[in-house]
């Protein structure tokens, strides 16, 4: 399996903890952003970033897409017709961040040859307007928002190149009230329903994401795959398979990001109170929506 991009760098963990935790945190147009993983030069660049007609995006919020962007590199892998024996050699990523790299990686993601494929955890509104105005295939991944939550804690508070650390409570809040990085899940989410019927977007649920899924993914790519093809990339695809080969495939992150990606944890760690203030969000903002029906909340958030 590819190695994704992000991985655990230890000189800037150790730079990490020398910074207040003011300085490990930026805002940028009116949303927060880890300031270890990007700063807004960087942002500013993507925002000129040129988009090509080929290119494949990949969007999610935070803790809500790493299922996807592997699923990707098997894909890639299989249809490039890669042998198991030659994806394991490969050192190359298959997928690029354009939202966690500073400007000059930029640069070098410009000059990649095509096909790209490229994965951002940025807003739908702040998306490169060459992508919009290109028509690139647009893969959204959406995830419910009690699991989000849980996942995000564990990664954010595991996470020692983040660097910023909170009790659950305290973090619960800043998510419920959209101060998490990357800005409100439910503003996030809300923004795709304005989009959601474009020709060029795809929005999947990863509770959803199941062989019938993988052949609907393939089709709006203009990909074909067999059955076989099919049955190979969900054999190596499972949470189990990736978080078993995550030390290869991600080095020390793997830990970090691998956690458990069962659907429904959040009914070990969400109180009553917590979880109510959750459907209070998702009624206020999504309820009677097509993205809100999407995510089938009363069968995955009650």
């Known amino acids: 399996m590819a190695k994704y991009t992000i991985n655990l760098d230890p000189y800037m963990a150790e730079k990490v903890k020398q910074l207040q935790p003011e300085e490990r945190q930026f805002m940028y147009k009116g949303t927060l952003y880890p300031s270890p993983l990007t700063s807004p030069e960087n942002l500013q660049a993507v925002g000129n970033f040129e988009a090509r007609a080929d290119d494949i995006l990949l969007v999610s919020y935070p803790k809500s897409v790493l299922w996807l962007l592997l699923f990707f590199s098997d894909l890639i892998c299989i249809l490039t017709k890669y042998t198991l024996l030659q994806?394991?050699?490969m050192k190359k990523n298959a997928v690029w961040?354009?939202?966690?790299?500073?400007?000059?990686?930029?640069?070098?993601?410009?000059?990649?040859?095509?096909?790209r494929i490229l994965g951002t955890h940025l807003h739908p509104d702040n998306i490169p307007k060459s992508f919009i105005e290109k028509k690139v295939k647009i893969l959204a991944m959406l995830r419910n928002p009690k699991d989000v939550v849980v996942s995000y804690f564990h990664f954010q508070n595991n996470n020692p190149v983040i660097g910023l650390y909170y009790t659950w409570n305290e973090f619960f809040s800043r998510f419920i009230e959209g101060n998490a990085f990357y800005g409100s899940y439910f503003d996030y989410i809300s923004a795709w329903n304005k989009k959601v019927n474009d020709e060029n977007v795809l929005v999947v649920i990863y509770e959803e994401l199941k062989k019938v899924k993988i052949k609907k993914i393939a089709k709006f790519l203009n990909f074909t795959l067999t059955d076989e093809q099919i049955q190979s990339i969900c054999s190596m695809s499972t949470f189990k398979s990736m978080k078993e080969n995550s030390m290869n495939t991600h080095g020390e992150m793997g830990n970090i990001l691998f956690r458990k990606g069962d659907?429904?944890?959040?009914?070990?760690?969400?109180t009553e109170e917590q979880s109510k203030a959750v459907d209070d969000k998702f009624e206020k903002h999504l309820a009677g929506t097509k993205i809100g029906d999407l995510l089938k909340y009363d069968e995955y958030c009650k």
Request: a positive charge.
């Open 87 to 89: 994806k394991k050699k």
């Open 97 to 115: 961040s354009i939202n966690n790299h500073c400007v000059f990686l930029l640069q070098a993601i410009s000059s990649r040859p095509s096909q």
């Open 263 to 270: 659907i429904g944890d959040w009914k070990n760690c969400l």
